[in-house]
T-cell receptor, first 115, second 111 residues
């Protein structure tokens, strides 16, 4: 298996632009998680899905952030409009089920820089 | 969310054992103890997890105190490749399926 796939790996954009990050979970995994990592705040859970349904979005910073999972093999995290403080590494992770006893697999991350 | 406390950093010598401590005094009976690590410029990866009994796998061992209020991740022979941030996380029913990462312990390994 190719693991969790994220694209793009690097994104540089200007303040005010729309940014879309993409994630393909491991085949057969039905839980998907979006995290953000910065030096100041560490690794934060933004939102997670189970069976394509958002379960908990309490970590989404504000209305500028939105996430979708239209099918079992694809999810997007969108920031509109982007701001410099959104600069971070965004990780997508997937897991079989909601049981934390199952191993959670992380993608390589998308490094976002907002100028 | 149930909280864990870890030292910010630790040092080890190559090929020596490393004991990474974690305190979780507010752990509940159904909480699993998970360890993940993050190598430089990579996403976190699973290391080991346990509930009550000590656990061993090819990467590490997990020693859980009898009262479950603390645990220790043991790397039996540290290599340079083990230099990473190690996260101790409580997960289970009370966390609703979420893994919430703290600051972790940054392990450096000296040749």
């Amino acid at each position: 298996d190719a693991g969790v796939i994220q694209s793009p790996r690097h994104e540089v954009t200007e303040m005010g632009q729309e940014v879309t990050l993409r994630c393909k979970p491991i085949s057969g995994h039905n839980s998907l998680f979006w995290y953000r990592q910065t030096m100041m705040r560490g690794l934060e859970l933004l939102i997670y899905f189970n069976n394509n349904v958002p379960i908990d979005d309490s970590g989404m910073p504000e209305d500028r952030f939105s996430a979708k999972m239209p099918n079992a093999s694809f999810s997007t995290l969108k920031i509109q409009p982007s701001e410099p403080r959104d600069s971070a590494v965004y990780f997508c992770a997937s897991r079989l089920g909601l049981a934390t006893a199952n191993e959670q697999f992380f993608g390589p991350g998308t490094r976002l820089t907002v100028l | 969310d149930a909280k864990t406390t870890q030292p910010n950093s630790m040092e080890s010598n190559e090929e020596e054992p490393v004991h990474l401590p974690c305190n979780h005094s507010t752990i509940s009976g159904t909480d699993y103890i998970h360890w993940y690590r993050q190598l430089p410029s990579q996403g976190p990866e699973y290391v080991i997890h346990g509930l009550t009994s000590n656990v061993n796998n090819r990467m590490a061992s997990l020693a859980i105190a009898e009262d479950r209020k603390s645990s220790t991740l043991i790397l039996h022979r540290a290599t340079l490749r083990d230099a990473a941030v190690y996260y101790c996380i409580l997960g289970g029913y009370n966390q609703g399926g979420k893994l919430i990462f703290g600051q972790g312990t940054e392990l450096s390994v000296k040749p």
